[in-house]
């Protein structure tokens, strides 16, 4: 009898990441107003983002409590 190899497969998946213009340019496709976009991406320093760091971004600003 033939012995199978299971061993398994490291697969890295690695996100794609965009320019912070990109999301700001598509943000109504998006479902974000470009205001709310502008805004959460002022004081970031990346310039390219993935989708999951933009919504990380989003989410937090649009959370922060108004003084």
Do not use: H, P, W
């Not at 190899?5 to 943000?27: A, G, H, M, P, R």
């Not at 990346?46 to 937090?60: C, N």
């Amino acid at each position: 009898m033939a012995e199978t190899n299971n061993k398994k497969t490291n697969v890295s998946k690695q996100e794609e990441k965009y320019l912070k213009s990109d999301f700001i340019e598509n943000s109504e496709a998006l479902g974000y107003k470009k205001e709310v976009v502008a805004g959460a991406l002022f004081n970031c320093k990346k310039e390219e983002l993935t989708k999951s760091e933009f919504e990380k971004l989003i989410k937090d600003f649009l959370e922060r409590k108004v003084k």
